[in-house]
């Protein structure tokens, strides 16, 4: 019985299914393994904004500026 080659086509015949396949294994594993890392860490917007003193008196703008908040 003769396995079809399905996703790749190269000069490799079974193998680049091989490679192809592990390339994206490898791929799905790293990007789980990110998504489970950024579920712990808190957003970077709460960390920075913990870490810096806040101003007692709000700043004016100037004439045609407005401020970022």
């Known amino acids: 019985m003769s396995f079809p080659v399905i996703i790749a086509h190269g000069a490799l015949g079974y193998w680049d299914e091989v490679i192809f396949v ?6 799905l594993v790293m990007m789980v393994n990110s998504w489970i890392r950024s579920r712990d860490e808190l957003p970077e917007e ?11 008196q709000p700043r004016r703008a100037s004439e045609g500026h407005f401020e970022l908040e």
């Open 22 to 27: 592990a390339v994206a294994i490898v791929f």
């Open 46 to 56: 709460a960390t920075t904004a913990a870490s810096q003193p806040q101003p007692s």
